[in-house]
């Protein structure tokens, strides 16, 4: 499951994560920052409520019209010359982009930040053909230079790290000799990085939504790296999930809307680009080829089901920076480059409950996740589905309580967690409440514990827990 | 255009298909109204000089400098901001609006004192891109604008690059007061009713606000990542 990150398993990653009081730190004060940062956007708004009803109404529509709206988007694309190529796998995604690198004899690809082609690993395949590829997101080309250290936000991916830890990286990997400050570390990534997108063969990114009627697809950044890895490379290839596409131009409004306020309170980011196939005859720049691969990895069965609105998400990470758990155990503990309570919902959808069955657990059923949601995503009704798939399928009292009981207690073993989690006492765990107290059930366990007993933070990083990047996972 | 090439889609439309549940699409799906629309609510009645203002404000806060200026003003104006930039080099859209609107004779002078001015020329290909990389100044027109979000909407054709508002280390962009509208409702809505029309829309939309940025490091926002690190826009009031 390429998806997964690590090998270790769920309570010892929230172990180490807990443990990681940088992090820790970091997530808290993001969390506070994006979600006040997002308040001010939505109140601004004055009718927010409004704003998500539409969001909600656009995306349910487009979803119950899938095929149609993915088969305009393919004629449109076409009629400009553009490709597509609908992958049922991650691996038929990853041979077509490999292909497509072959037939370019791509030695450097440079990338934007893009949820998906890290969901399918693409990387790691295009790599093993020999090509070079560079991530342009400053977040992610931090990680990269550091050795594959995984993302732990969907926004903010090198949340984890401090300044010092970046500029040790720079000054080890890229010979950077100047300071820890954050302008002079951005300044240095953007003179580095302006060589390889002139250089490189390619460009990939993903797709924030397509856009049915125009056959275009829309970035939506504020670095400008995706327009520099759309403008300059030959060959432009875009990964999308099947699930991102709106109508018309109009929706893209409202989505993108919605997106920017949440992920960041930001009315729009810096650059929210539309690129409708390659080039235009007498253009000079842009692509001169462009292929779009459509994916689908697990997403149709999806459809149709329960959690059919899981795949509403428009990845704002909003849920993220409300939710009490992810603000203690933080980003790498979901073992999934999906976090928090969407990651809670949709790891366990596309990589099976095998892997991903105590994520569903990581949750205090708070419902500040479902209130935080752009597009009304029930979240924590989604959570609840999932408990119940799950001691259904591994039985009663056995597997599923016992998962049931360690969720339910570190949750429990926080004050300020449980007073939000009993707002909706959750059916699985019904039994072990009365009057909103604990009345019985186990033990807190030990994570928590361990850190309210151990003032002094354990000197292993996470860096150590998690030395390298899990290569395509147990697959 | 020749077409494109299309892979697997029956398959993988079928399955989709299948998991809602019925059978393939075929007839358009008429896309409904929505019973909420509060996105034409915002700024609703606002007047031209009310939403001047909104986009003050809100360039405030994008790290983003607003002058307004006449058209007979604007040479002067365009002058006092290059020269705050000590700029060596200035590339330009080649656009009929900077002969209307007298830029080209601030590049003529600009030119005999020293500065290279490049207008943005498809014929000699990819030089366009080294001279824009290099350049200290990009200067465009804004197609539209949007009040709310301190944006300029770019529509892309043979002569306005994209590499101009992206490239070069500060850029530029000269609004007509006429192009402002609330928000990006209205700039969706007008491609929307272009792609109806023509069947067909520039390839490349940019909307731009502000200068790029990241706040990947620690959360602290640094101005000027990978496009320009700074942007000023000129309103032309008059215009
Ligand atoms: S589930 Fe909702 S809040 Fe969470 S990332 Fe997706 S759209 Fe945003």
């Known amino acids: 499951m390429p998806m997964k990150i690590g090998d270790v398993e769920f309570f010892g990653r929230v172990d180490k994560g807990l443990r990681n009081s940088f992090m820790r730190n970091a997530v808290v004060s993001a969390q506070e920052r994006l979600k006040g940062a997002k308040l001010n956007a939505a109140e601004e708004l004055g009718d927010w409520e409004e704003w998500r009803n539409l969001s909600e109404e656009i995306r349910q529509h487009t979803l119950e019209n899938l095929d149609y709206y993915l088969e305009e988007l393919t004629e449109n694309v076409c009629k400009q010359g553009g490709h597509v190529f609908f992958a049922q796998t991650a691996e038929e995604a990853n041979e077509y982009i490999t292909r497509v690198s072959k037939e370019k004899k791509a030695k450097k690809i440079i990338k934007s930040k893009s949820m998906v082609t890290e969901e399918i690993s693409m990387n790691d395949a295009l790599e093993a053909l020999g090509c070079e590829v560079i991530e342009s997101d400053l977040g992610e080309y931090i990680l990269q230079l550091d050795d594959h250290d995984p993302p732990s936000h969907i926004v903010a991916p090198a949340l984890h790290k401090n300044k010092e830890q970046i500029r040790e990286t720079f000054s080890e990997k890229k010979g950077y000799k100047k300071t820890s400050k954050p302008e002079e570390l951005a300044l240095f990534a953007r003179e580095q990085l302006r060589a390889d997108f002139l250089s490189a063969d390619i460009g990939i990114t993903g797709c924030n939504f397509a856009v049915a009627e125009s056959g275009a697809i829309s970035l939506v950044t504020n670095e400008g790296n995706a327009r520099l890895s759309t403008s300059l490379p030959k060959t432009q290839i875009t990964v999308m999930g099947m699930e991102r596409i709106v109508p018309t131009w109009e929706e893209l409004d409202i989505l993108v809307s919605m997106l920017c306020r949440s992920a960041v309170g930001q009315k729009l980011t810096s650059y929210i680009t539309g690129l409708i196939g390659p080039k235009d005859k007498g253009d000079v720049d842009g692509p001169e080829e462009f292929h779009l691969v459509i994916l689908d990895n697990g997403r149709s069965n999806i459809l149709g089901t329960e959690f059919q609105s899981a795949l509403h998400c428009i990845r704002c990470a909003a849920c993220i920076n409300v939710c009490p758990i992810y603000r203690h155990i933080g980003g790498h503990s979901y073992g999934s480059i999906y976090p928090g309570p969407i990651g809670a919902v949709l790891s366990p959808l596309l990589g099976g409950y095998e892997d991903y069955k105590e994520l569903p657990y990581a949750s205090s059923l708070c419902a500040a996740c479902t209130e935080a949601c752009p597009v009304k995503i029930p979240l924590h009704d989604l959570l609840v589905k999932h408990r119940r798939n799950i001691v259904e399928e591994h039985g009663k009292g056995t597997f599923g309580e016992k998962l049931a009981m360690r969720g339910f207690s570190l949750a429990a073993s926080s004050p300020k967690i449980f007073s939000m989690g009993s707002k909706s006492a959750p059916t699985v765990m019904s039994p072990f409440i009365k009057d909103g107290k604990v009345k019985k059930g186990p033990g807190p366990i030990k994570p928590w514990t361990d850190i309210r007993d151990f003032p002094e933070p354990s000197k292993q990083s996470f860096r150590e827990w998690f030395k390298k990047r899990d290569k395509g996972g147990d697959q | ?239």
């Not at chain 2, 350049?135 to 909407?153: K, N, P, Q, Y």
């Not at chain 2, 590499?163 to 609330?182: E, F, G, M, Q, R």
């Not at chain 2, 940019?206 to 000023?232: Q, Y």
């Open chain 2, 1 to 239: 255009m020749k077409n494109g090439a299309v892979h697997n889609k029956e398959q993988f439309l079928n399955q989709i298909a299948k998991s809602l549940g019925r059978e393939r699409r075929t007839t358009p799906v008429a896309r409904p109204q929505w019973k909420h629309q509060p996105q034409w609510n915002v700024l609703k009645n606002a007047t031209e000089d009310e939403l001047l203002d909104v986009l003050g404000t809100q360039c405030d806060r994008i790290h983003t400098r607003v002058e307004t200026t006449t058209c007979l003003e604007l040479n002067n104006m365009l002058t006092t901001v290059i020269e705050h930039f000590d700029a060596k080099s200035i590339v330009s859209w080649d656009d009929p609006r900077f002969k209307e609107y007298g830029i080209n004779d601030y590049y003529e002078n600009a030119g005999r004192a020293g500065v290279d001015v490049h207008i943005w020329d498809p014929s000699i290909g990819e030089k366009n891109i080294i001279i824009s990389e290099r350049a200290d100044v990009g200067i465009t027109f804004a197609d539209i604008t949007l009040a709310e979000s301190g944006t300029v909407v770019l529509f892309s054709d043979n002569g306005k690059g994209r590499s101009v508002s992206l490239l070069p280390t500060n850029y530029i962009a000269i609004i007509p007061k006429s192009t402002i509208v609330p928000r990006m409702t209205q700039a969706t809505h007008y491609i929307h009713k272009m792609e109806q029309e023509n069947g067909n829309v520039p390839s490349c939309i940019n909307f731009i606000s502000g200068p790029s940025n990241s706040a990947d490091i620690e959360m602290n926002l640094v101005v000027g990542v990978h496009g320009p690190i700074t942007a000023t826009y000129i309103v032309v009031t008059d215009r």
